[in-house]
């Protein structure tokens, strides 16, 4: 998959692919998500495709079902050092599929991407 990234104005930066463009800018006058907010929200929403699937495959409403994400940082190095995903279920989600609805999210590709990261190439090429 290829990316073009472009630099809008102001502290905008917008990625785009295929049909699409995500936004992202800095405070304190942002009109969009951080970077690093489209990153971890990619996280959320990826474990979430995983669930819907789970549910869909199962004919369980999804009513009601919502995944709370926390990411929490070291107080040193700013790092996040822990994310949690909960998955809240209304009373009528069938028990005997709790732990299941969790292996399913738990098979998101992006996290599983961050368990075992690319190799990075970051370089410069001159255009004319």
Excluded at 21 to 29: C, I, N, R, Y
Excluded at 43 to 64: E, K, P, W
Excluded at 83 to 89: P, R, T
Aim: with cysteine; net charge negative.
């Amino acid at each position: 998959m290829e990316m073009i990234v472009d630099f809008p104005g102001g502290a905008r930066v917008d990625a785009h692919f295929g049909p699409y463009t995500v936004a992202t800018d800095q405070p304190p006058s942002a009109s969009a998500p951080t970077p690093f907010a489209v990153f971890l929200a990619s996280l959320a929403t990826c474990a979430g495709i995983y669930v819907l699937g789970f549910c869909s495959q199962r004919g369980i409403s999804t009513d009601g079902v919502r995944i709370v994400q926390r990411a929490t940082s070291n107080p040193f190095t700013h790092m996040v050092d822990k994310i949690e995903l909960e998955i809240q279920v209304p009373p009528s989600f069938p028990a005997k599929y709790y732990e299941a609805v969790v292996r399913s999210a738990d098979q998101c590709a992006v996290k599983k991407h961050l368990e075992n990261p690319p190799k990075f190439d970051v370089h410069t090429k001159v255009i004319e």
